[in-house]
């Protein structure tokens, strides 16, 4: 009798642990194993949701050029959505957050419900370091949140962890472009 129960009780273990490994109301624990063939911790979602990851080619003022990739801002919606709620200091993986304009715009930028402390940099059509600022974070009233300008127009706005920008490349005499996805 005992090794009928025994063998109950691990068949039950088995199902239990079967049906939790096809469960799909959770994230994996892990990803797939990396080139060692160690598995690796799951890095969290891919992208805050509606953005594609672009590169940004960044000429620094030495004229050496680095490449980054960011998340792209590239509608109307995605402009308003920005970082909101975003509470990863990594961003997921990506230097930061690129905000492209069809046209030259003096839009202002302000930090509403944005949880993590930014600089931003600006950038002219050609790409030209326009201005930068680093900004605080606002949890009042919108109509009481700072704005933050850019010193003239700009088609292009990256925003970064607040103090990135020099390690980035991104002040005065850079120039930035976008590349392919990355």
């Keep these: 009798m005992k090794s009928k129960a025994s063998a109950l009780v691990l068949v039950l ?101 944005t949880l993590l402390p930014l600089s931003i940099a600006w950038f002219d059509s050609d790409g030209a370091f326009v201005s930068s600022t680093s900004m605080e974070l606002c949890t009042a009233d919108p109509a009481s949140c700072p704005k933050y300008p850019p010193t003239g127009p700009f088609r292009l706005a990256l925003e970064t962890m607040k103090g990135r920008l020099t390690e980035l490349g991104l002040e005065p005499g850079s120039r930035v472009r976008i590349g392919e996805s990355c």
């Design 13 to 113: 273990g088995l199902i239990t642990g079967l049906a939790s490994c096809g469960s799909t109301s959770g994230p994996p624990t892990t990803t797939p194993a990396d080139s060692a063939g160690t598995l690796v911790p799951a890095s969290g979602p891919v992208a805050p949701e509606g953005f594609r990851a672009v590169t940004l080619v960044v000429t620094r003022p030495d004229g050496t050029v680095i490449e980054l990739c960011v998340w792209l801002a590239d509608s109307r919606e995605l402009h308003r959505k920005g970082m909101t709620g975003i509470t990863d200091p990594d961003l997921g993986g990506k230097a930061g957050m690129l905000f492209r304009f069809e046209e030259d715009t003096t839009a202002t930028f302000w930090m509403k419900d």
